[in-house]
């Protein structure tokens, strides 16, 4: 009641209201809660864990974005079918049935393939496989045969190393390498025969190491470098 007879009483007197006692002790409270507010904003984007969330943030949305575009890519590309997976398909089928497929049934076998894949694609990006029983439990039936598979592996012994190491040796083989260093003398400066002579007599002395190889110390001054 008092603050309204207070604007009240302003208006009269012709005052602005924004200079009542009241109204300028609620605006210096909102300029000093908004200083505050400023202050502890810039206190934190000082800190150095706000900058790494920051940072994390921003590669987690790029992450998101990049895998978007690699599935709608892979969505995208077409059904290709290699030499290899034909000869995976064949060999299957001649597993199964005992004998080798004709040329009519071998195409039949890649066409069902490519209907298969169409079809898993369109699974995949409808988001079928997420929270299916079974599809989970035959993951962990496929990881648990590669497991055994793993386990019945013997160790290879240090014989059958050396056979496949000597079969192999050139996968495993190096190239040679040349590196060499190098001295040089000016004809500019003395002429070909006393740039050879002086050549000549620096090559005698370190071989018979009578003085250092130091390729930077001796010979003519050179402006690329002295070890390839």
Same mark, same amino acid.
């Given at each position: ?83 290899? @997976? ?7 089928? +001649? =597993? !199964? ?7 009519? /049934? &071998? ?81 500019? @400066? ?7 002579? +002086? =050549? !000549? ?7 018979? /190491? &009578? ?18």
């Amino acid at each position: 009641m008092n603050n309204n007879l207070e604007g009240a009483d302003a208006l009269e007197r012709g005052r602005p209201l924004s200079q009542t006692p009241h109204v300028m002790s609620e605006v210096n409270n909102c300029r000093g809660t908004t200083s505050k507010l400023l202050l502890m904003i810039f206190r934190l984007l000082r800190e150095p864990l706000v900058h790494f969330l920051i940072l994390g943030a921003v590669l987690f949305c790029i992450s998101i974005m990049v895998n978007q575009d690699d599935n709608k890519e892979k969505e995208d590309a077409p059904v290709v079918i290699t030499h290899g @997976r034909i000869r995976q398909l064949r060999e299957t089928f +001649t =597993a !199964q049935r005992g004998r080798s497929p004709t040329e009519e /049934e &071998l195409h039949e076998i890649v066409e069902d393939y490519i209907r298969e894949e169409i079809l898993y694609r369109e699974a995949m990006h409808l988001g079928l496989d997420r929270d299916d029983t079974i599809i989970r439990r035959r993951l962990a039936q496929k990881m648990q045969f590669l497991y055994e598979d793993l386990l019945t592996v013997k160790d290879p012994t240090d014989t059958e190393l050396q056979h496949y190491f000597t079969a192999q040796a050139d996968c495993y083989r190096q190239p040679d390498l040349v590196s060499f260093a190098h001295i040089y003398f000016s004809t500019d @400066r003395c002429g070909v025969v006393e740039a050879e002579k +002086t =050549a !000549q007599a620096l090559l005698t002395d370190l071989r018979k /190491e &009578l003085i250092s190889f130091e390729p930077p110390d001796l010979g003519d001054p050179f402006l690329l470098q002295h070890d390839y």
